[in-house]
Nanobody
Framework: QVQLVESGGGWVQAGGSLSLACTAS????????LGWFRQAPGKAREFVAR????????IYEDSVKGRFTISRDDAKNTVYLQMNSLKPEDTAVYYC??????????????????WGQGTQVTVSS
C-alpha cells in the first residue's frame, strides 16, 4: 500500500502560478500511474492530469491544457503539478492519486486505488 501526501497549495491572484507536489511512502511510485484531480465546493471531483509509469505519457483535461504540467521524479517518489496562468475557476482542493492496475477509467476517481488528503488552491480575481 502507498501513502500519498500533497503540499504546495495556497492563495494566488489570477494569472499567477503555483506548484503542487505529492510525495509517496510505503511503496515505489514507479509502480503506479499517477493522476491529479480537483474538487470545488458543491461539485464532483474532476480529472486534471495523468502521467503514466515507464512511458511518462501525459494526459490533460481540456481546460488546463497549455497551463498545467504534470511531471514525476521516481527517484524522489514524487509527482508534481505546475500550474500557470491560474484562473478563479481553478479554485478547488487538489488531490493526487495512484493507479496500480492500469485502469482504463483514468478520467474517473474510481480508476485510482490510493489518494492523498488534498491541498487547497485558491485563485482570486
Amino acid at each position: 500500500q502507498v501513502q500519498l501526501v500533497e503540499s504546495g497549495g495556497g492563495w494566488v491572484q489570477a494569472g499567477g502560478s503555483l506548484s503542487l507536489a505529492c510525495t509517496a511512502s510505503g511503496r515505489a511510485l514507479s509502480d503506479y500511474d499517477l493522476g491529479w484531480f480537483r474538487q470545488a465546493p458543491g461539485k464532483a471531483r474532476e480529472f486534471v492530469a495523468r502521467i503514466n509509469r515507464r512511458s511518462f505519457l501525459t494526459i490533460y483535461e481540456d481546460s488546463v491544457k497549455g497551463r498545467f504540467t504534470i511531471s514525476r521524479d521516481d527517484a524522489k517518489n514524487t509527482v508534481y503539478l505546475q500550474m500557470n496562468s491560474l484562473k478563479p475557476e481553478d479554485t478547488a482542493v487538489y488531490y493526487c492519486a495512484a493507479d496500480r492496475t492500469y485502469s482504463s477509467l483514468y478520467r474517473r476517481p474510481d480508476g485510482y486505488d490510493y489518494w492523498g488528503q488534498g491541498t487547497q488552491v485558491t485563485v482570486s480575481s
